[in-house]
């Protein structure tokens, strides 16, 4: 079991799409997915099930006590399940505010998961939901549209996984890539793919997300681009990003426990 | 709006004549027949020729550049013969269907308000080709999501028809797109020869499905 966390506290990056067509790319390569809805706006819920906001949702095993387990169900997508998301967890960094080990939350409810990969889908925002999910996380995936405003916050997730990893002993959480999405053969998406080639060397992925409107069309059909229109521009991507992050993040052999994890590395 | 903007609605608007002939075709009738009461600028104010790609500014009280679309082929895409064909006033043979582009220095009329049906064509003359569009385009709707009774995970239609009856079954699947019909048709094995594995036609999958499902209950 590998965790890997989609994050990028910009919005309109592509966090929810590279989730959900990354979770359909690893589960054609035999793998077993689990997506986790971690974001309030419960856009990838809606993107492989056709359900808006439905209830009981990850927010009754964050703030309430429900297992998790009794949660995961099937989706469009073959071999993917979810966790699915509400509206309501828009309101977990007030609510989890005073209770202990509120990071770890997310990460406890995973325990013993035995899917080959959990791919988590997270907020715009570095707040108590993400941090749960990079708690949660042994890899994180950073989707990044290639402008100049993207570069504005990179730094600022950078140093929220740095800290991150310092406070709670994640030794091994460590950026598995940054993944350019809607690109397209521009200056100025060539000279921002250069600044971020020098800022994260070896660390910008092969795979170029391009800008596509079959991306869009399969969110709407509630299924992910690989069963929608696999020989789209955009299904090849992600079919060849899901190689890229098998190759570059092999799924963990045991069941999902993230201090062994961290411990064992 | 930016000039990379407008290009790019342009060239969506162009492609979207190229798809349609005889959208394209009406368009170059309407551009070629002269205009009874031409607006001061000596252009046809809201003709079918003229198209906004966007929201109409006219609503918000602002002035309107208009853009023409002018055939290409046609005397290319010169200042003199852009202007020609701007000119209302001045009829010119109907062009044969063929890629459209914009003719510089033109200004793009408001698009009337979209009739009560929402088709972007007016009834009447045309309306079959009217019809032929909507089936293909997507029209966008407000999205509640799937009916709660069906639960998570995918719908069993068996269950839903032994709960809701034939009406009930084709209401609940009529709520469902593409990827959750697939998904019931994958689920329950309702296409064991894979005919509908890369089907993306969302009524024959409907009725696929509860053509299974009578069958079985039959």
Redesign the interface.
């Known amino acids: 079991m590998t965790a890997i966390c989609i994050a990028n506290n910009k919005g309109g990056v592509g966090k929810t799409t590279t989730a959900v067509n990354l979770a359909a790319g690893l589960a054609r390569l035999n793998y077993r997915v689990l997506l986790v809805d971690v974001d309030g706006q419960a856009n990838a819920t809606y993107a492989l099930t056709g359900r808006v906001h439905p209830r009981p949702s990850l927010y009754d095993v964050l703030v309430g006590e429900r297992k998790l387990e009794t949660l995961v169900s099937k989706t469009n997508e073959d071999q993917v399940w979810i966790v699915p998301g509400d509206e309501r967890l828009q309101n977990v960094d007030v609510e989890l505010a005073a209770r202990p080990g509120r990071e770890w939350r997310l990460a406890k409810a995973l325990h013993g998961q035995e899917f080959d990969y959990i791919i988590l889908d997270t907020p715009p925002s570095l707040g108590l939901l993400t941090q749960n999910a990079l708690a949660a996380s042994h890899r994180v995936l950073i989707p990044i549209s290639l402008t100049e405003f993207s570069l504005i916050g990179m730094d600022k997730l950078e140093a929220t996984i740095v800290e991150l990893r310092d406070q709670l002993d994640l030794v091994d959480l460590e950026v598995a890539g940054v993944v350019a999405t809607f690109y397209e053969e521009t200056n100025t998406a060539r000279d921002t793919w250069g600044v971020l080639e020098k800022k994260y060397e070896g660390h910008m992925l092969e795979t170029r997300i391009p800008k596509n409107l079959d991306l869009e069309k399969a969110h709407r059909e509630n299924e992910s681009v690989l069963s929608f229109a696999p020989n789209s521009s955009g299904g090849k991507a992600y079919m060849a990003l899901a190689r890229e992050v098998k190759r570059l993040v092999p799924a963990h052999p045991r069941p999902y426990d993230r201090r062994r994890h961290t411990q064992s590395a | 709006m930016a000039p990379e903007a407008l290009a790019r609605t342009l060239r969506a608007v162009a492609a979207e004549l190229e798809r349609d002939p005889a959208l394209a075709r009406r368009i170059a009738e309407a551009l070629a027949a002269p205009t009874p009461d031409p607006s001061p600028t000596g252009e046809a104010e809201g003709s079918a020729g003229n198209l906004t790609p966007g929201p109409s500014p006219a609503r918000r009280g602002e002035s309107t550049p208009t853009v023409s679309l002018v055939p290409l082929g046609r005397g290319g895409l010169s200042s003199k013969r852009d202007n020609q064909d701007t000119d209302a006033s001045a009829p010119t043979p109907a062009p044969a269907p063929a890629p459209l582009r914009r003719a510089r220095g033109t200004r793009v009329a408001p698009r009337p308000p979209l009739p009560e049906n929402g088709s972007p064509l007016p009834a009447g003359e045309g309306s079959e080709v009217g019809a032929a569009r909507v089936n293909r385009s ?1 029209r966008p709707r407000l ?4 009916s ?1 009774e069906l639960g ?3 719908p069993d239609p068996f269950a839903l028809y032994a709960e809701k009856g034939e009406q009930g079954l084709r209401a609940a699947l009529a709520e ?5 019909l ?2 019931i048709v ?2 329950h094995r309702l296409d064991p020869a894979g005919r509908l594995a890369g089907n ?1 036609d969302a009524d024959k999958l409907r009725a696929a499905i509860v053509k299974a499902v009578l069958r079985a209950a039959r």
């Open positions: 997507f999205i509640t999501g799937a709660p998570a995970g995918i469902l797109r593409t990827g959750s697939r998904a994958r689920e993306n």
